[in-house]
Antibody, heavy 115, light 113 residues
């Protein structure tokens, strides 16, 4: 059974940093691209970014709204993907999902940016 | 990369059919047969309902079908049931050479009357 479990969410002040983790199991993590998708309360889904596999040079891509502030990385030895969020803004407040962008999604972790 | 355009809401009576549109551009929906549809109930993670325009994952009811014409993809729900009431999002691939390779739709709230 595929499982994606996010952790690391919480309350952070504007301008602060937070690192989310996504622990994966049940599939060949090293061969999969991993995505982060977020959803502000009452709003739609927003694709945040993705990291491809080693075979694809761990290529990353980001939404314009987070480019330069967020960094996605992965540790294939730990079957874990990460989302490092810096210079956080109030508009980054959302539930953040880790996903393979298909049938596999985590339960989400809430990030609240507020003073 | 702008969000794909979906109607904010669609409603229908039980047993009826409804169709949700998802309009993109020639750079995303129009260029790739890589449109997927997600169903999301309140407080839950999205669930994949359709992938690659018209394919259904195992376990998804055949009441759900997808299609595409030009820059617009569509999701049709036939024999509408109470449990179909949810938010629906389309998602399209926009190419590996673009800065933003994936884009979601604005979302559609489906109401079963």
């Amino acid at each position: 059974e595929v499982q994606l479990v996010e952790s690391g969410g919480g309350l952070v002040q504007p301008g602060g940093s937070l690192k989310l983790s996504c622990a994966a199991s049940g599939f060949t993590f090293s061969g999969s691209a991993m995505h982060w998708v977020r959803q502000a309360s009452g709003k739609g889904l927003e694709w945040v970014g993705r990291i491809r596999s080693k075979a694809n040079s761990y290529a990353t891509a980001y939404a314009a709204s987070v480019k330069g502030r967020f960094t996605i990385s992965r540790d294939d030895s730990k079957n874990t993907a990460y989302l490092q969020m810096n210079s956080l803004k109030t508009e980054d407040t959302a539930v953040y999902y880790c996903t393979r962008l298909g049938s596999d999604w985590g339960q989400g972790t809430l990030v609240t940016v507020s003073s | 990369q702008s969000a794909l355009t979906q109607p904010a809401s669609v409603s229908g009576s039980p047993g009826q059919s409804i169709t949700i549109s998802c309009t993109g551009t020639s750079s995303d929906v129009g260029s790739y047969n890589l449109v997927s549809w997600y169903q999301q109930h309140p407080g839950k993670a999205p669930k994949l309902m359709i992938y690659e325009v018209s394919k259904r994952p195992s376990g998804v009811s055949n009441r759900f079908s997808g299609s595409k014409s030009g820059n617009t993809a569509s999701l049709t729900i036939s024999g509408l049931q109470a449990e179909d009431e949810a938010d629906y999002y389309c998602c399209s691939y926009a190419g590996s050479s673009t800065f933003v390779p994936y884009v979601f739709g604005t979302g559609t709230k489906v109401t079963v009357l």
